[in-house]
């Protein structure tokens, strides 16, 4: 593959070319990855002679071999990102669900949570659309995360959240229980083909609302786009809402919600194709949109995830965006299924 990238006219087609470079760069990681563990195996394999000639101690065995297990567990847990969304970034959508202003502050709190997470993983974080709640919190958000397999670690945070807490809001400070709503779809790139009906689309434009400086109110750059979808299977016909405030410029609005659209048009198809695998393989678990996969009870300092079982009582780190456990034990459980 390096070879076909050394020709002349390798240029020639530029987008051709950039997945092929992309292409080579996914390949190579791999390779590099392997090599390293490879290496490490034998020195691991050598250590005890070592401790037997008096050049190591055994606690330098123990370390070698814990720092080896935890890298063989981080490249498995990488082969269950094998699918070809696996690699993109991710669009997510937060919306409050039912319990006003304790869901509204929830929400704000998951898109904290999910802010913080990517900033761990040093990846870019995008305010696609924000509308505030109407005295505290959120009401919807979509945020897009750009970075390597972003859309393959956050696939499955897809669900109801569930929060539990003595709530600051009301004068008791009486135990609730509010949830808040997560979807996740890959960010798709001009690689992937995605058909759209332009016939099927309608636009509105509104005045944005939020932080955006002085001018943000003054004009309507604010687009909100209606795309009436058909089941190819059923024929049962739904509309996908879009809105998108994140630039003054109206026009440019306008490209990132048909971008939006583009990612959830994928991400349905992605879930029309795992519903059908599932329904020949019904030993394999489904985990679909709407289901309740996660609960944050925070005066029993305890978040448990209901598909894995895996849970914390550190809920300070999660609620700052440590997520990498909860993330792992679902694609190590799930991954290789979805």
């Known amino acids: 593959m390096e070879q076909v990238s050394l020709a002349p006219n390798f240029w020639d087609n530029p987008s051709e070319a950039e997945r092929h470079l992309r292409d080579i760069s996914a390949l190579k990681s791999w390779i590099v990855a392997y090599d390293d563990l490879a ?82 993983q040093g990846f870019k974080l995008r305010l696609l659309d924000y509308q505030a709640g109407d005295e505290v919190g959120v009401k919807s958000a979509t945020i897009e995360i750009d970075g390597a397999m972003a859309y393959g670690f956050l696939k499955g945070e897809t669900g109801v959240h569930r929060l539990v807490r003595p709530s600051p809001f009301n004068a008791g400070n009486k135990r ?43 004009v309507e750059s604010g687009v909100r786009l209606r795309y009436r979808h058909t089941d190819p299977d059923t024929g049962v016909e739904s509309e996908i809402l879009i809105e998108n405030t994140e630039t003054r410029d109206q026009p440019k609005n306008r490209e990132n919600a048909l971008r939006i659209l583009r990612s959830k048009l994928y991400q349905m198809e992605l879930d029309r194709k795992m519903a059908a695998r599932n329904e020949l393989e019904k030993s394999k678990k489904k985990i679909e949109w709407g289901s309740q996969i996660r609960s944050y009870v925070l005066d029993d300092r305890r978040i448990k995830d209901h598909r894995t079982g895996h849970q914390t009582s550190d809920i300070e780190s999660v609620l700052d965006g440590d997520l990498d456990a909860f993330i792992k034990s679902y694609l190590m459980e799930f991954g290789g299924e979805i």
């Open 39 to 120: 290496n490490r195996c034998g020195d691991v394999e050598l250590m005890p002679d070592f401790v037997r000639e008096g050049v190591m101690d055994e606690s330098e065995v123990d370390k070698a071999y814990a720092e080896l297990v935890e890298a063989v567990e981080a490249l498995e847990m990488r082969n269950m990102l094998r699918g070809e969304e696996d690699s993109l970034g991710a669009i997510m959508d937060i919306n409050s669900g039912a319990g006003g202003t304790e869901s509204l502050d929830w929400a704000s709190m998951l898109l904290r949570m999910y802010s913080r997470w990517a900033e761990r």
């Open 176 to 218: 609730q229980t509010t949830f808040a709503s997560v979807f996740v779809s890959p960010a798709v790139d001009d690689n992937i083909e995605i058909n759209i009906d332009k016939s099927r689309i309608s636009w509105d434009t509104f005045r944005s609302s939020g932080a955006g400086g002085q001018n943000v109110n003054k």
